[in-house]
Every structure is written in structure tokens, then in C-alpha cells.
């Protein structure tokens, strides 16, 4: 399995972005999907993740202006994100769960995509 992440870029501060997370085949409609970022410099952090279901649960840092959503038929996982702080810069991963319901830790998570950068200028 393969994951693409896309739509990363330039942004100002209080702009919004959405990440797209495209998998290569029909693996991950029954389990969770998850994304991390990491900042230059620090370790990799939890974003948030979307269980087979449809439920979400977000790292306190983003809750409220990030919003995970996924459309099983077309094997895609979104990340919007919506009044981005500079310290949101940092690359962003997809990683598909190993169950239908993930944590929060990277080993929760099995396949994983490569990035996309974010950056936000203050």
C-alpha cells in the first residue's frame, strides 16, 4: 500500500489549508487513519485520526480548527486546517491504522506516507 499526501505550501497566519491523503489500493476503509507532523528539529507529533467509523479525536493543539473527514470510496483521508499558527509548520504524514480504532502513538499505525510541508508565516 502507498499513501499520498498533498496540498501542503505557503501560508499565512489565520489561513487554512487541506492536506489530501490518497492510498493506492483498498486497504484502509476498515481501519483507522491517522496524521502526524514533525516540526524541524523535535519529535513527531500526534494530529489527530479518524477511526472506521467516521469518529475523530484530535491532539489538544489543533482541536478545534483542525478537522480530519475520509471518503472510503475513493480511499482518501483530508486534513483541514483552519486558522494555522506558525508553530503548525512542520511536515505532515498519513499513516493507516493497524485497527479500525488507533491511538495515538506512531506504532498504532502501519503504512505511512511520505509529506507534505507545511509552513506558516507569521
Known amino acids: 500500500v502507498q499513501l499520498q499526501a498533498s496540498g501542503g505550501g505557503l501560508v499565512q497566519a489565520g489561513g487554512s489549508l487541506r492536506l489530501t491523503c490518497a492510498a493506492s489500493?483498498?486497504?484502509?476503509?476498515?481501519?483507522?487513519m491517522g496524521w502526524f507532523r514533525q516540526a524541524p528539529g523535535k519529535e513527531r507529533e500526534f494530529v489527530g485520526r479518524?477511526?472506521?467509523?467516521?469518529?475523530?479525536y484530535y491532539a489538544d493543539s489543533v482541536k478545534g480548527r483542525f478537522t480530519i473527514s475520509r471518503d472510503n470510496a475513493e480511499n482518501t483521508v483530508y486534513l483541514q486546517m483552519n486558522s494555522l499558527k506558525p508553530e503548525d509548520t512542520a511536515v505532515y504524514r498519513c499513516?493507516?491504522?493497524?485497527?479500525?480504532?488507533?491511538?495515538?502513538?506512531?506504532?498504532?499505525?502501519?503504512?505511512w506516507g511520505q509529506g507534505t510541508l507545511v509552513t506558516v508565516s507569521s
Open positions: 499513516a493507516i491504522g493497524l485497527r479500525p480504532y488507533a491511538g495515538s502513538e506512531p506504532v498504532d499505525y502501519r503504512y
Open positions: 489500493r483498498r486497504t484502509s476503509s476498515n481501519n483507522a
Open positions: 479518524i477511526n472506521w467509523n467516521g469518529s475523530t
